[in-house]
């Protein structure tokens, strides 16, 4: 059994990417819809959960500009 103390760090390195990757994020619209990409031309496409929160897993990407979702 593992029992959490709360002398643990207060944030594991993982968390600390994750957040840094969000903060790059903004909004676009895409086909009437907004979605929130890393790069307008080249980057990767997340649903958007709220105004201020993407999906942690990207939904498509953008190359030269054009969407692509998988």
Do not use: C, H, R, W
């Amino acid at each position: 059994m593992v029992v959490k103390t709360s002398e643990e760090p207060e944030q594991d390195p993982e968390e600390e990417e994750e957040e840094e990757e969000e903060e790059g994020v903004f909004l676009v619209d895409i086909d009437g819809e907004e979605y929130f990409v890393d790069d307008d031309e080249n980057g990767n496409i997340y649903k958007k959960i709220s105004d201020e929160e993407p999906s942690e897993e990207p939904i498509g990407e953008l190359k030269d500009g054009v969407a692509t979702f998988f």
